[in-house]
């Protein structure tokens, strides 16, 4: 599969557990994109990474989120004590050129809060 | 900052007939560029069709085309030959080419269903 790859493609927890999301984006793209959707919503940006720097964060990723991509591969997604509020699609894209038009997304992690 | 617009949350079409999905935007930023996904069910956002905003001639991508009215804020999309694998939803989409470049801002998107 050459594709952006997401795992889990759902996660249920608990109001004020810990989760992690993983994006595997398409080998060569050095450019990895995490957004979040809401049901009836369309995507919203939350950070952007060029290899393994974190060049660009939304406001929307408050202090309980955090993102890394360590060794500029694959990326995680951690959200500290979940709300309600956080339950949505996590999306993850990748790229290799600035040019969004080239960008791939994955299928995305649903996460619901309980 | 950005806005986009999609004022149709639903819309249906005839197999083989053309549609016309909505989108209008607002920026202060001088060059842009809209762009069309498709989400099917599955949840990956697909790619369609892309406009610069100085391009001269509106964009066309086999039966995708871009209705690109710059004076009036918008960038319709039109489907011909409207396929039942056409049935999704549709998000209008823009990047400004300065400041936040690598940020796309999504508008609440268009479900489109196609009847046989």
């Known amino acids: 599969d050459t594709g952006v790859s997401q795992n889990p493609r759902h996660k249920i927890t608990k109001r004020g557990q810990n989760v992690t999301f993983r994006c595997d984006p398409i080998s060569e793209h050095n450019r990895l994109y995490w957004y979040r959707q809401t049901l009836g919503q369309g995507p919203e940006f939350l950070t952007y990474?060029?290899?393994?720097?974190?060049?660009?964060k939304s406001r929307l990723l408050s202090d309980r989120f955090s993102a890394e991509r360590p060794k500029g591969s694959f990326s995680t997604l951690e959200i500290q004590r979940t709300e309600q509020g956080d339950s949505a699609m996590y999306l993850c894209?990748?790229?290799?050129?600035?040019?969004?038009?080239?960008?791939?997304f994955g299928q995305g992690t649903r996460l619901t809060v309980v | 900052a950005q806005k986009i617009t999609q004022t149709q949350p639903g819309m249906f079409v005839q197999e083989k007939e053309a549609v016309t999905l909505d989108c209008t935007y607002d920026t202060s930023d001088p060059s842009y560029g809209l762009f069309w996904y498709k989400q099917p069910s599955s949840g990956e956002m697909i790619f369609l069709i892309y406009?610069?905003?100085?391009?001269?001639q509106n964009a066309t991508e086999g039966r995708y085309s871009l209705n690109f009215q710059k004076a009036r804020k918008s960038a319709n999309l039109v489907i011909s030959a409207s396929q039942l694998g056409d049935s999704a939803m549709y998000f209008c989409a823009m990047r400004p080419f300065s400041g936040s470049a690598r940020q796309l801002t999504f508008g609440s998107g268009t479900q489109l269903t196609v009847l046989p």
């Open positions: 990474f060029q290899n393994e720097a974190q060049l660009e």
């Open positions: 894209a990748s790229s290799f050129t600035e040019s969004l038009t080239e960008a791939f």
């Open positions: 406009q610069g905003s100085y391009d001269q």
